[in-house]
């Protein structure tokens, strides 16, 4: 089991572009979570998604959306990027109860 | 609002010497509470929680309700300590994490 994966590993977008980033989870984990951080920063929960619908949601605006498929695997959306965009987004995974484990992340850099 | 400060952003440590990495948080309810470890070139992950009250990797935290402290300790550093640790509080164990904004921990020869 290779754990969480994430791609791409790095991506660099224009201001007012739109991006997708994507999750695997790890085998057997049906619960999954995006996190945003910032340089310097601790990771900042974005959502969280299970059974294909947003369980809970952060302090972020509507620009930030996701999807969770049937298999588990989850995409992260971002429109209208702004500067303050770039972070390393991070995604984690986990089956009820149990812990959390992240994926690499991507880092995303908007100029 | 659920909140983790870790005062100290660096933190140097001789081997064999004592280490603590301080954590202090904010909740109105009864959380639980985290620590993470990242080390170089490594993914984020859980070193231990304390509901577990575990010791992983011969580090120990004790959640003090008083003093609303998750302080990290260990006795003897040693050099394979060296990482980032961050400490995070969520409402259970697989609600959303708040971390703090961690502390970069290096052991010196």
């Known amino acids: 089991d290779a754990g969480v994966t994430q791609s791409p590993t790095h991506l660099i977008k224009t201001r007012g572009q739109q991006v997708t980033l994507r999750c695997s989870p790890k085998?057997?984990?049906?619960?999954v979570s995006w996190y945003q951080q910032a340089l310097g920063q601790g990771p900042q929960f974005i959502f969280q998604?299970?059974?294909?619908?947003?369980?809970q949601r952060g302090n972020f605006p509507d620009r930030f959306s996701g999807h969770q498929f049937p298999n588990y695997s989850s995409e992260l959306n971002v429109n209208a990027l702004l500067l303050g965009d770039s972070a390393l987004y991070l995604c984690?995974?986990?089956?009820?109860?149990?812990?959390?484990?992240f994926g690499p992340g991507t880092r995303l850099t908007v100029t | 609002a659920q909140r983790v400060t870790q005062p100290e952003k660096l933190l140097s440590v001789f081997k064999g010497a004592p280490v603590e990495l301080k954590c202090n948080y904010s909740?109105?309810?009864?959380?639980?509470l985290f620590w993470y470890v990242q080390y170089s070139r490594q993914r984020l992950q859980l070193l231990l929680r304390?509901?577990s009250r575990e010791s992983i990797k011969g580090f120990t935290a004790d959640l003090n309700k008083g003093e609303t402290s998750f302080h990290l300790k260990k006795p003897f550093a040693q050099e394979e300590d060296s990482a980032m640790y961050y400490c995070?509080?969520?409402?259970?164990?697989?609600?959303?994490?708040?971390f703090g904004t961690g502390t970069r921990l290096t052991i010196i020869p």
């Open positions: 984690a995974s986990s089956s009820n109860l149990y812990e959390q484990y």
């Open positions: 085998s057997g984990h049906d619960t």
């Open positions: 998604y299970y059974e294909e619908e947003e369980r």
């Open positions: 909740y109105s309810g009864s959380p639980e």
């Open positions: 304390h509901i």
């Open positions: 995070a509080l969520s409402d259970s164990g697989n609600e959303k994490l708040t």
